[in-house]
């Protein structure tokens, strides 16, 4: 089994994370690798997905990820190791979205681009206190083009290397979000022209 061989058997070709070459436990590094290769073996199915395997350190509070998908790389135009900042950047507005169990009781916050420096960690931690969690976010790229990515995933921790690995999928939800947008300015439009006529209204 894979997770019989040795680690440094178990670095995949064209590795551009931190944990399998760094300073780490082995229970941590055996995780990861075993994550990475079976993530390999999917993004080769080419499914309509976003997949990743991202990674922060508890004190540095810096992402960057261990496993992006093909999809990934051509969505951001750029190499893997380069993509979390990429992303990072392109962030305009972040939506995160909680609902109980019953899924009736659901709450919105959104965060613009000033909001979210630094905040991106904090929101992947209250996942696990939640329940059910979601994040929405709003890229925009050269040439003013936005796109709106869906973002669902899993935290595990281990607190001997202080360090939190996530494992999350992404899908583009761009039209459905452009969608919701027409929806809510044409509401504001019409509370906008009724209160102005129940002005007039009231004038005369």
């Known amino acids: 089994m894979a997770n019989d061989m040795p680690i440094d058997e178990l ?28 993530l390999h073996m999917l993004d080769e199915l080419d499914i ?21 998908s093909k999809r990934f790389t051509k969505l951001m135009g750029c190499k893997p190791p380069e993509i979390s900042g990429a992303f990072r950047n ?7 979205y909680s609902c109980k169990d019953d899924y009736i ?6 965060f613009d681009k000033q909001e979210l420096s630094g905040s ?31 973002d669902q995933a899993s935290i595990e921790s281990f607190q001997q290397d202080r360090i939190y690995l996530s494992l999350g999928c992404m899908t583009i939800i ?13 509401a504001e439009r019409l509370e906008s022209l009724l209160n102005e006529t129940g002005r007039r209204l009231f004038r005369k």
Do not use: C, H, Q
């Open 11 to 38: 670095i995949p070709d064209n590795y551009y994370g931190k944990i399998l070459t760094g300073n780490y436990s082995e229970k941590l590094k055996k995780k990861a690798a075993d994550t990475i290769r079976r």
């Open 48 to 68: 309509p997905v976003i997949i990743y395997l991202a990674a922060w350190n508890k004190e540095e509070k810096t992402i960057w990820y261990e496993f992006v």
């Open 90 to 96: 392109s962030i305009i507005e972040s939506r995160e």
């Open 105 to 110: 009781d659901i709450e919105k916050k959104v």
């Open 120 to 150: 991106r960690i904090k929101l992947r931690l209250e996942t696990r206190k939640k329940g059910n969690t979601e994040a929405v976010y709003k890229l925009l790229f050269e040439k003013g083009r936005a796109v709106w990515l869906k």
């Open 174 to 186: 761009s039209k459905e979000m452009e969608a919701a947008e027409e929806k809510e300015r044409v």
